[in-house]
RNA sequence: GCCCGGGUGGUGGAACUGGUAGACACGCAGGACUUAAAAUCCUGUUCGCCGAAAAAGCGAGUACGGGUUCGAUUCCCGUCCCGGGCACCA
């Protein structure tokens, strides 16, 4: 606060009556509570805000200096949506006359004169005093719609709607008059709020003007093809007074310079991202170090702190959509503050705090974390993208320019594991009742007999394949107890959907039994055998018994079960030293390249060999246990004991990797015809163009297809393949 | 709707930089060992055609439709489907 990190300001919230709490937005499911199905509207309430747009070009440059996947910086990127534009004073012909001017923020100012309509957000408060008397109720109606909406639906939806408020923006270079609307596309968090729009030049705005039957003006002619918008930024304008003949690129500064001469514009750098809600209306969460004096915020002073969560008996949200601690006398009688932070308060920092977790003086020396400094190598999945991986950027940004940390990223490479996923299952409750229908009986559009229909998740675990176990239903929940089903053939089906795996879906499994069964190796082992990390897949156990499998013939490559050991002390032959090689080298290049599905492939690639080849050998065994003690850390250190070491295998010597146990002299290269591969002809590797051309077109396979016609081409790529153009 | 990923055999996946598509596994089928089972081992397994069978051969094939290239799972354009995110899940 005291550096105007933090303010506060009105949020609105998703407020619901009946249960007189704030809910998150995945808790309200088609306008009403998921728990309980009770209406839920927006509500303004006083909220504490992160200034992290002050944070915007910063966030943009560290991006160039730290290794995150391009995907993941693209959609930082995109989340800060810096771009520049101006924003544009309209005035304003209204009946009441109350609102005087419009203020638009468009990155399109070249096109003011084919501007054929503005569009204002719904929720700006002075958006009802632009209503003419006749258009007064259709307004009014419109608004009570959009205060129903959610964000998320607003923004999905596919149908256009809006409404005309009857008043008129002038513009300010022909004086023509245009008309004013309100629709739910035009969101109040971004820009002004409202936009300018120019349906010849812009999709939505196009769509916008066709379903309304709103005339287009076309200043980009040929361009423009009656049927389309194009948003091109090459064409010559015409139509367009001043600008007329210039090209659209070039006349964007001059019609900001003569906005600003005439001082009803500016230049404006605009960004997407809006400053970071940062209070909660809950029970768990850091209480903030603020107390009230005469509705002024004041931070406790540093004697006070740490400020601790009271002890409550009951978590009842407090009165007006205020949070838990507004129940508590004693918290309220030190008019602290009763909203608490966000989960991403503590996943902005924790890690700085793992460096120092006993320090009582401060979150962490400077010491410690310019010893420690940024984190390595972060694991982390695409979800976190534009929440947590941002606010963690802005956070150390914030505590590098207080001096309290040395760099001013926190992560130094960021791999992104996909994502474990569950298959969930779902049930449907008509809204505003507690009938649950089976998924057959809805309708094409998933109502039933003409009521919307929400749909809730289930736990899997009382769900038989599709089939809800309505009696473990009703017991599930206490708001599902007097639940009522309508069956399909005696049966409540549920539906599916493979999603993110999440106790908040209720799809989880617990690995604890499989580790029971296989072993923790096999487990992780197993994990890793599944597929690319980066990669998204449903939990599926089918393949696991393979694995198994390896790790038990690995173990039979030292151990016999009734002799014991069977590890001697002899020299390696060449071809089993050249079985090791290739897999030190496999091994690490894949490790190197977190591509461990492979890294295991190679494993058991190994291990066949080793078997079929009998071996025995303990300078290869040994070597090859070091290998794998990453990938299976438990059988790894047990051999390495029965093999007769003192210490861990942890700290036994890396094998290095040697290229003369490999080396090959010649190769098996497929030979194709037109790019179809015919044969397979073994050429010693150091054969030049010429050699190459004479062996294989001297091999009868090969003849067999020329059919006697000299070829156009061969293309011979060394180690590679060998192509003959006929 | 917008932003970001992904789509390859019955299944998970491999092919790293445009160069033999299907490595390694799962599953399935057949066989060996066993009184039997488990465990283990061997053989086969993209689809279609040819063929008694084996071997060999031919054709098609990496979501779908086009394109670039001697050559495309890989690059380009368009479409469809699935997943993640969209600001109070963290």
């Not at 609307?181 to 300018?196: D, F, N, P």
């Not at 490479?413 to 507690?434: A, C, D, E, H, P």
């Not at 002799?563 to 894949?590: F, N």
Request: glycine residues 8%; aromatic residues 12%; charged residues 25%.
């Amino acid at each position: 606060m005291e550096y105007r990190l933090a303010y506060c300001g009105e949020g609105e919230v998703n407020w619901c009556e009946a249960l007189g709490t704030v809910l998150a937005n995945d808790e309200v499911v088609n306008g009403v509570s998921e728990r309980g199905g009770y209406p839920v509207v927006k509500k303004k309430l006083r909220q504490w805000y992160l200034r992290i747009t002050e944070y915007a070009d910063r966030l943009l440059e560290g991006l160039e200096r730290i290794d995150f996947s391009d995907a993941m910086k693209e959609m930082q990127t995109n989340w800060i949506g810096r771009s520049y534009g101006a924003e544009i004073d309209f005035e304003v012909k209204s009946e009441k006359a109350t609102v005087e001017n419009l203020r638009v923020y468009t990155t399109r100012p070249d096109t003011i004169f084919g501007v054929d309509f503005m569009v204002v957000a719904p929720e700006l408060e002075w958006v009802p005093d632009l209503a003419s008397a006749a258009q007064a109720a259709a307004v009014q109606e419109y608004l009570d719609y959009v205060q129903r909406r959610s964000d998320r639906e607003r923004m999905a939806e596919k149908k256009i709607s809006g409404v005309f408020t009857g008043a008129y923006a002038i513009n300010p270079f022909d004086g023509r008059e245009i008309p004013i609307w309100i629709s739910e596309y035009v969101l109040a968090g971004y820009g002004t709020g409202a936009i300018m729009a120019v349906p010849c030049g812009d999709e939505r705005d196009y769509k916008f003007a066709q379903h309304f039957g709103i005339p287009v003006t076309n200043i980009i002619g040929s361009h423009f093809n009656g049927s389309e918008a194009n948003p091109t930024k090459e064409a010559v304008l015409e139509n367009s007074g001043f600008l007329t003949g210039m090209r659209m690129r070039d006349a964007i500064g001059v019609a900001i310079d003569k906005l600003e001469a005439m001082g009803i514009g500016k230049r404006k750098v605009n960004y997407r991202m809006r400053d970071a809600a940062f209070s909660r209306q809950r029970y768990w969460g850091e209480p903030f170090p603020i107390r009230w004096k005469n509705g002024v915020a004041v931070p406790l002073p540093a004697s006070e702190l740490p400020l601790e969560l009271p002890h409550v008996d009951s978590y009842q949200p407090g009165p007006e959509g205020e949070g838990p601690l507004a129940n508590i006398p004693s918290w309220v009688a030190k008019e602290l503050e009763t909203n608490t932070m966000p989960g991403y308060a503590g996943s902005s920092w924790y890690f700085l705090r793992y460096m120092d977790p006993h320090n009582n003086e401060a979150f962490c020396s400077r010491d410690a974390s310019d010893y420690w400094a940024q984190v390595d190598l972060y694991i982390g999945g695409t979800e976190h993208a534009v929440g947590h991986l941002l606010y963690s950027r802005m956070w150390t940004k914030a505590l590098f320019d207080l001096g309290y940390i040395g760099h001013d990223e926190p992560y130094k490479k960021l791999v992104n594991q996909g994502m474990i996923q569950g298959s969930s299952r779902f049930v449907f409750r008509v809204n505003g009742t507690n009938l649950f229908v089976s998924k057959g009986l809805l309708d094409a559009d998933g109502n039933y007999g003409g009521k919307t229909v929400d749909k809730l998740h289930v736990d899997v675990n009382i769900v038989d394949g599709y089939e809800l176990d309505t009696e473990a239903f009703r017991n599930w929940k206490p708001d599902f107890a007097a639940a009522e089903f309508l069956l399909e053939d005696g049966k409540y089906i549920c539906s599916s959907e493979v999603e993110k795996m999440s106790k908040s879906k209720f799809n989880t499994v617990n690995p604890d039994d499989l580790v029971e069964k296989y072993g923790a190796d096999t487990f992780r082992m197993y994990e890793m055998f599944l597929g690319p990390v980066e990669m998204s897949k449903p939990w599926d156990t089918k393949g696991i018994e393979g694995v198994h499998r390896f790790l038990k013939k690995f173990w039979r490559l030292y151990m016999d079960e009734e002799k014991g050991l069977q590890v001697v002390d002899a020299p390696a032959t060449a071809e089993e030293l050249k079985v090791l090689h290739r897999a030190i080298r496999k091994i690490e290049e894949d490790t190197e390249r977190f591509s461990f599905n492979t890294a295991v492939s190679g494993f058991m690639i190994c291990v066949n060999e080793l078997s079929d080849l009998k071996c025995r050998k303990k300078p290869v065994l040994s070597d090859l246990l070091v290998l794998i003690t990453p990938y299976a850390p438990h059988i790894a250190e047990e051999l390495w004991h029965l093999l007769g070491n003192a210490g861990s295998v942890l700290d036994a010597v890396y094998p290095v990797f040697e290229e003369k146990y490999v080396r090959e002299s010649a190769k098996a290269y497929p030979v194709a015809i037109n790019g179809k591969t015919r044969a397979e002809i073994t050429i010693s590797l150091d054969a030049g163009q010429q050699e190459v051309e004479q062996i294989v077109l001297a091999d009868p396979g090969i003849a067999k297809w020329l059919e006697g016609k000299p070829p156009k081409k061969v293309i011979y790529v060394k180690n590679k393949m060998i192509n003959v153009v006929v």
